[in-house]
Nanobody, 122 residues
């Protein structure tokens, strides 16, 4: 059974930094694409970033240059380094996984974590 557990969320001032982690189990991590999505109440879940099994990355335009996704295959963990945070980055951040590759569409992913709250104060 695939399990994804996010951590690292919290409250930070605008301009600050956070690093989110997502620990994966129950899957062959090396062969999975790992993605981050975020969601606010009453709004659709939106794509943030993805790192594919070959290490290739892609980002939403709104976070390019500020957020960076990485993975440690030895630890079965994916990270989201968040710098220069803005109040509009406030959301619940979710980790998602699917084999090999993926894109920005949440319906393509069938493995999700429980989410971690990120709040950026102005």
């Amino acid at each position: 059974q695939v399990q994804l557990v996010e951590s690292g969320g919290g409250l930070v001032q605008a301009g600050g930094s956070l690093r989110l982690s997502c620990a994966a189990s129950g899957l062959n991590f090396n062969y999975y694409a790992m993605a981050w999505f975020r969601q606010n109440p009453g709004k659709a879940r939106e794509f943030v970033a993805i790192i594919r099994s070959d290490g290739g990355t892609a980002y939403a335009d709104s976070v390019k240059g500020r957020l960076a996704i990485s993975r440690d295959n030895a630890k079965n963990t994916v990270y989201l380094q968040m710098n220069s945070l803005k109040p509009e980055d406030t959301a619940v951040y979710y980790c998602a996984a699917r084999p090999y590759t993926g894109g920005p569409y949440q319906q393509d992913y069938n493995n999700w974590g429980q989410g971690t709250q990120v709040t950026v104060s102005s």
